[in-house]
């Protein structure tokens, strides 16, 4: 809704619909050439190399902190989803493989010592079955896999994913810890 103020325009200031909308035209095709020089100009940077200067750009561009680190709290997790749900999936299909197992020696015991109680080894065999298909084939929602934690990997920046500072660690150079006066 547009403001009006309490006294009157000028007459030089009122618009016509015509001219209101070649104003508004303008204005528009105005913000849409500061938006590419803005995109012009984060292509030129290259590769961030830290949240501090995506917060930094940001500022420039009147964007709240809160958001981009929101954004970014977004953008990982949705990164490694890929990798969270081939753990999923892999956690069923080794659960069903167990089940298939622990059904079949179920079944092959009670087959030996009570043919009566064969009906529990089937079961086991089914469930292990049913278990391995859903883990093979099933979807992972987003949900169970966010909720998958990725054990960190010794080489590798458990922040970003660089190349860690050493063999053994899991943090680079930028995200380890440095102590005071270092």
Same mark, same amino acid.
């Given at each position: 809704? %547009?403001?009006?103020?309490?006294?009157?325009?000028?007459?030089?200031?009122?618009? *016509? +619909? /015509?001219?209101?909308? %070649?104003?508004?035209? /303008? +204005?528009?095709?105005?913000?849409?050439?500061? =938006? @590419?020089? *803005? @995109?012009?100009?984060?292509?030129?940077?290259?590769?961030?190399?830290?949240?501090?200067?995506?917060? @930094?750009?940001? =500022?420039?561009?009147?964007?709240?902190?809160?958001?981009?680190?929101?954004? $970014?709290?977004?953008?990982?997790?949705?990164?490694?989803? &890929?990798?969270?749900?081939? %753990?999923?999936?892999?956690?069923?299909?080794? *659960? !069903?493989?167990?089940?298939?197992?622990? #059904? !079949?020696?179920?079944?092959?015991?009670?087959?030996?010592?009570?043919?009566?109680?064969?009906?529990?080894?089937?079961?086991?065999?089914?469930?292990? #079955?049913?278990?391995?298909?859903? !883990?093979?084939?099933?979807?992972?929602? /987003?949900?169970?896999?966010?909720?998958?934690?990725? $054990?960190?990997?010794? #080489?590798?920046?458990?922040?970003?994913?660089?190349?860690?500072?050493?063999?053994?660690? *899991?943090?680079?150079? @930028?995200?380890?810890?440095? &102590?005071?006066?270092?």
């Amino acid at each position: 809704m %547009l403001r009006q103020n309490q006294a009157d325009p000028p007459a030089a200031a009122r618009l *016509t +619909a /015509d001219d209101l909308n %070649l104003v508004l035209s /303008d +204005a528009i095709r105005r913000q849409s050439r500061a =938006q @590419e020089e *803005t @995109e012009r100009q984060i292509s030129q940077l290259g590769q961030v190399t830290s949240v501090d200067d995506a917060i @930094e750009i940001a =500022q420039q561009l009147n964007v709240d902190e809160k958001h981009v680190r929101a954004a $970014l709290a977004d953008y990982q997790k949705s990164r490694l989803r &890929g990798q969270r749900r081939d %753990l999923v999936r892999a956690g069923r299909r080794n *659960t !069903g493989i167990g089940l298939l197992v622990l #059904g !079949g020696v179920v079944l092959v015991g009670a087959l030996a010592a009570a043919p009566a109680l064969a009906w529990v080894g089937a079961a086991g065999l089914l469930a292990g #079955g049913a278990l391995f298909l859903w !883990g093979m084939l099933g979807r992972v929602s /987003d949900t169970a896999a966010d909720q998958k934690e990725i $054990l960190p990997v010794a #080489g590798t920046c458990r922040v970003c994913g660089k190349s860690a500072y050493n063999d053994r660690s *899991t943090f680079c150079e @930028e995200h380890r810890y440095k &102590g005071p006066g270092q």
